[in-house]
T-cell receptor
Framework: KAGVTQTPRYLIKTRGQQVTLSCSPI?????VSWYQQTPGQGLQFLFE???????NKGNFPGRFSGRQFSNSRSEMNVSTLELGDSALYLC?????????????FGDGTRLSIL | QQQVKQSPQSLIVQKGGISIINCAYE??????FPWYQQFPGKGPALLIA?????SEKKEGRFTISFNKSAKQFSLHIMDSQPGDSATYFC??????????????FGTGTQLKVEL
């Protein structure tokens, strides 16, 4: 079974631009969550999508948004990029919702803001 | 109340030794505690997980010990190998409002296993 696939792997943008990251979950998985990983803040939850609806949101500004499609694939968008948005963005998928659902991560998209 | 505190920040262990990483949480509504292993350039990989109704869970060389009253849990890596050198994260989630699949992570432990 293929794992969680994130594209692109690397991205370089400049301040003020916007970016869209893509995540394909493990086949059959219906829940997709996004996390930001930085050396200073560690791993922080961005949001969770299930059945094309955002079910949960972390403490990030409105510039961070996402969506999920009917095939469970998900995208996240960051508008008006800031230098502090430089991070590894990770997507995780699980079979279903619920706190005890094992979540499996992709290898992330490394976003660098110049 | 949502924090998960992890220690130590870094750890050096000799090959064949036992690596021990500790985590503590505050929110008693957490009911799922996974551990992840992350290699450079890769995403976190799920190692092992435990629920609070169990005090210990073992999978191969990896064991989670869970102390519900102390609100602490730890990862033990037996017979540590150089290939275990990675960053380890503890995490917690709970079925409360704002919980669901949201994982709250510890700050990570960089493990180095020396020959």
């Amino acid at each position: 079974k293929a794992g969680v696939t994130q594209t692109p792997r690397y991205l370089i943008k400049t301040r003020g631009q916007q970016v869209t990251l893509s995540c394909s979950p493990i086949s059959g998985h219906r829940s997709v969550s996004w996390y930001q990983q930085t050396p200073g803040q560690g791993l922080q939850f961005l949001f969770e999508y299930f059945s094309e609806t955002q079910r949960n949101k972390g403490n990030f500004p409105g510039r961070f948004s996402g969506r999920q499609f009917s095939n469970s694939r998900s995208e996240m968008n960051v508008s008006t990029l800031e230098l502090g948005d430089s991070a590894l963005y990770l997507c995780a998928s699980s079979l279903d919702r619920g706190s005890n659902q094992p979540q499996h991560f992709g290898d992330g998209t490394r976003l660098s803001i110049l | 109340q949502q924090q998960v505190k992890q220690s130590p920040q870094s750890l050096i262990v000799q090959k064949g030794g036992i690596s021990i990483i500790n985590c503590a949480y505050e929110n008693t509504a957490f009911d799922y505690f996974p551990w992840y292993q992350q290699f450079p350039g890769k995403g976190p990989a799920l190692l092992i997980a435990i629920r609070p109704d169990v005090s210990e869970k073992k999978e191969g060389r990896f064991t989670i010990s869970f102390n519900k009253s102390a609100k602490q849990f730890s990862l033990h890596i037996m017979d540590s190998q150089p290939g275990d050198s990675a960053t380890y994260f503890c995490a917690a989630s709970g079925s409360f409002t704002g919980g669901g699949n949201k994982l709250t992570f510890g700050t990570g432990t960089q493990l180095k296993v020396e020959l």
